[in-house]
């Protein structure tokens, strides 16, 4: 499943890649037992040196974006012969290459260029390295996966979803609006934020019908946590109403009994699972009032 392994906040004046690689061993260290990296991919903003031997020392295969500089600008043009390039797709070439940058001293790395022509492909990403309207734009990147260059560009194509868990956390947990005036506050909810992704994230994929895996979270807390329920009193029992519809009570009424499974306080109570709706119920029991700080409770007999 999706799950954040590990997250942290930092000033808005940081440069993606300053403590990468701290940050990279700290996760390491979070990881669950027998579980391990199958992939690491990153954009431009990564493309550092000591973040790449730091893979390359713990043998974490990665996919990164290379910064188009002069000198890999000039590797793309001069060094890749034309008939290097193949085509792999309507308007979509690839080629690859193993260099080494003046940086690196000898180590020597494999890049993988993706070029498609703007005519057939008008919202394609990527850099343009020759100034010829309507011509191509590029991509480059830097690999230690051993595929063919069109793969790598394939599995590099898939960190785009992991941008639909960042849009959860801003828009549908909006963590991006929390600005306390402390920065370890500010952090802290940040954080529990994160941990609540993960919640939700597991609810959504051990109690919720298989047709809302794909659904965002803001569907899950609007559709089931907002308005998911009335409590109903029953002679001497309070039973629960699901809002749920008929053809997916009885899979999210399953999936509901994993609930108490270790957890303390939940197997203390009694849980007594249908799908059939009280005949009479005596009364639906309405929420309490809140009282807000500021106001004043009615103090006459």
């Given at each position: 499943g999706r799950r954040l392994l590990w997250a942290v906040l930092r000033s808005g004046n940081s440069g993606s890649a300053n403590g990468c690689v701290e940050f990279l061993k700290q996760a390491l260290t979070v990881l669950p037992a027998g579980q391990k990296i199958g992939l690491v991919r990153a954009d431009a903003g990564f493309f550092e040196k000591r973040?790449?031997?730091y893979l390359e020392s713990e043998e974490l295969p990665y996919i990164i974006v290379a910064r188009?500089?002069?000198i890999v600008r000039k590797l793309v043009i001069h060094q890749i012969p034309s008939k290097a390039w193949r085509g792999v797709a309507r308007g979509i070439e690839v080629a690859d290459l193993e260099v080494s940058l003046p940086k690196w001293k000898t180590v020597r790395r494999r890049f993988i260029c993706l070029r498609q022509e703007i005519s057939e492909r008008p919202q394609a990403s990527g850099r343009r390295l020759i100034d010829c309207p309507g011509y191509t734009t590029y991509r480059v990147m830097v690999?230690?996966?051993p595929y063919a260059a069109e793969v790598v560009s394939r599995m590099y194509a898939g960190r785009a979803d992991s941008e639909n868990r960042i849009k959860e956390l801003k828009e549908d947990l909006s963590l991006d609006t929390f600005c306390l005036k402390s920065f370890d506050a500010t952090d802290a909810a940040f954080r529990m934020g994160?941990?609540?992704y993960n919640l939700l994230t597991q609810f959504r994929e051990t109690v919720l019908p298989r047709s809302w895996f794909e659904r965002r979270l803001r569907a899950v807390r609007d559709f089931v946590f907002l308005v998911g329920?009335?409590?109903i009193s029953q002679g001497r029992?309070?039973?629960?109403?699901f809002a749920m519809t008929e053809p997916d009570r009885p899979d999210?009424?399953?999936r509901l009994r994993t609930i108490p499974e270790g957890l303390?306080?939940?197997a203390q109570l009694e849980w007594s699972l249908t799908d059939q709706t009280p005949p009479h119920p005596d009364k639906i029991i309405t929420p309490m009032p809140l009282i807000s700080p500021n106001s004043t409770a009615d103090q006459s007999p």
């Open positions: 973040l790449l031997e188009v500089t002069q690999t230690s996966v994160c941990v609540l329920a009335d409590l029992r309070v039973q629960i109403r999210f009424l399953r303390p306080i939940a």
